[in-house]
């Protein structure tokens, strides 16, 4: 799992032309990933960390969770300000597998239900799934028997180890998201992506089989600091020093992926062992002026991106690898959601009965990968951010939005603006057809809310008012 990694932000093309981006990074690893197994070109999370990684931990769909926007201190939101809307009592706690904390959402994680069947569970990186004090900033609460570096943060104070990864000489916290437990790397000049890729190698040599490794890496989310192993040829190529960092960053995950290929290939573990990359939302490239920062990536020919309804928003990169049940080098066309991963997972462990509290809105792809069907098929797509993100940009801030076959509906809660796509044709959403064709955004309309409201999704009310947001098809 990678942090803020855009679709565009590889060698690889999940398009179907290569593009400048593409020919911009090097990522040989997911080169030879995508030889070995299926690249997803619609695969899609949510526009933010938080609600994708809590869909992907649950099954369940953000709008359900209500862990809609990203989570930190323990009964503390974290919207920005709106001029005219309240954001709704989310569940800025994040999530937790047992009663008792407010403004959580109760649900068993997948890595639970690994667990219970004999499976050894490490957890490396970034863990994000509930605020400060609360179980769920635990990952060994859901269910992991390992926990490295994961705690409630959504991202690194630094990547560098000359600054002890956000910690004084003392070993008290310099910043807010100062990462744990890796002590002894600091000062070495050992890069942090490179310190958990060595931690998750040498957890998985004390792994019994069978073993589950989430290796979520901080990567590449801000800061954008230097991978001084790759950023001097960036540099050379052109790249100005944000853009060469940021590259160096990519290129950085990527040898990680490399390293735990490799390791599973001189081990024995290769052809036994099923390999799923993903991000949890869409590249960093929408503006920057409030932070006074210049862009360093985007997401072309994608449109905006991270916070974003837009596809630059919540289209990911996404390959499995399968040996003996997928045959490398295909590409699938047909889309699916974070949330899929949980039931797809616990079907390729052959965990067929489980128990848990919460409606797994998740499809198992399974079919996909055997060839044996396509679930996406007559399926909707459901997104909901009720809030205010704090950057600027197409398509952020209190949207809703459903994806059915090519077409695509945003709607506005504050302007009750609707922006209808055709997909397949306008991947970069120039194009917006809602006055060409009202038939079908009234019909999109009525999809969107009925689901909506079927999961009893929150959505902001008017600070003049204090009355809700009119779902789409009122």
């Known amino acids: 799992m990678v942090d803020d990694m855009g679709w565009q932000d590889t060698s690889v093309p999940f398009w179907t032309q290569r593009t400048p981006l593409n020919a911009t990074y090097e990522t040989p690893n997911m080169e030879r990933l995508a030889k070995q197994g299926v690249l997803f070109t619609q695969a899609y999370a949510s526009p933010i960390s938080s609600p994708s990684r809590c869909s992907l931990l649950t099954g369940a769909n953000a709008a359900r969770h209500r862990v809609t926007n990203w989570t930190f201190r323990r009964g503390q939101m974290t919207d920005e300000q709106d001029d005219l809307l309240m954001p709704p009592d989310w569940n800025y706690n994040g999530v937790c597998q047992n009663e008792g904390t407010p403004n959580t959402f109760v649900a068993r994680s997948f890595v639970d239900i690994l667990h219970e069947a004999g499976y050894y569970t490490i957890h490396c990186g970034k863990a994000h799934w ?27 104070a630094t990547y560098l180890s000359e600054r002890n990864f956000g910690h004084d000489a003392d070993g008290r916290p310099t910043a807010q998201f100062a ?84 390791w599973l290939e001189r081990n024995g573990e290769a052809e ?13 490239a929408t503006s920057t002026e409030w932070r006074d920062e210049p862009l360093f990536t985007q997401n072309a020919p994608l449109r905006s991106g991270k916070g974003s309804l837009l596809e630059g928003g919540i ?79 197409p398509g952020i801030d209190n949207k809703c939005a459903i994806r059915e076959g090519d077409w695509k509906l945003i709607y506005d809660y504050k302007t009750c603006r609707k922006e209808l796509y055709d997909i397949r044709h306008d991947i970069g959403e120039q194009n917006d057809l809602s006055n060409e064709r009202p038939d079908l955004v009234r019909r999109l309309s009525r999809k969107l809310s009925r689901q909506l409201r079927k999961m009893k999704a929150q959505r902001p009310t008017f600070k003049a008012t204090g009355l809700p947001c009119p779902w789409p098809d009122e």
């Not at 509930?130 to 991202?155: K, Y």
């Not at 036994?272 to 960093?284: A, E, K, P």
């Not at 489980?354 to 809105?361: E, F, G, M, N, W």
């Open 130 to 156: 509930g605020a400060q004090d609360t179980p769920g900033e635990s990952p060994l609460h859901f269910g992991f028997d390992v926990n490295i570096a994961g705690h409630a943060a959504g991202g690194p």
């Open 179 to 262: 990462i744990p437990g890796l002590q002894k790397y600091w000062g070495t000049g050992i890069f942090l992506t490179e310190a958990l890729t060595q931690e998750a190698l040498a957890a998985l040599s004390h792994a019994h089989s069978p073993f589950f490794l989430y290796l979520s890496h901080y990567a590449v989310h801000v800061p954008i600091d230097r991978d001084m192993r790759f950023y001097e040829k960036y540099r050379r190529r052109g790249l100005s020093e944000k853009e060469a960092a940021y590259a160096s960053l990519i290129e950085g995950m990527d040898k990680s992926l490399g390293d735990v290929l490799d």
């Open 272 to 284: 036994r062992t099923i390999v799923l990359f993903m991000s949890d939302n869409g590249g960093y």
């Open 315 to 393: 289209r990911e990169p996404m390959i499995v690898r399968w040996p003996g049940i997928v045959e490398g080098g295909r590409r699938c066309d047909s889309y699916v959601l974070i949330e899929d991963f949980f039931p797809t997972i616990l079907e390729m462990a052959g965990i067929q009965r489980y128990q848990v509290p919460q409606t797994i809105d998740g499809k198992s792809f399974v079919p996909l990968l055997r060839g044996s069907g396509n679930p996406s098929r007559g399926r909707a797509l459901i997104w909901n951010y009720p809030h205010v993100w704090g950057n600027r940009g």
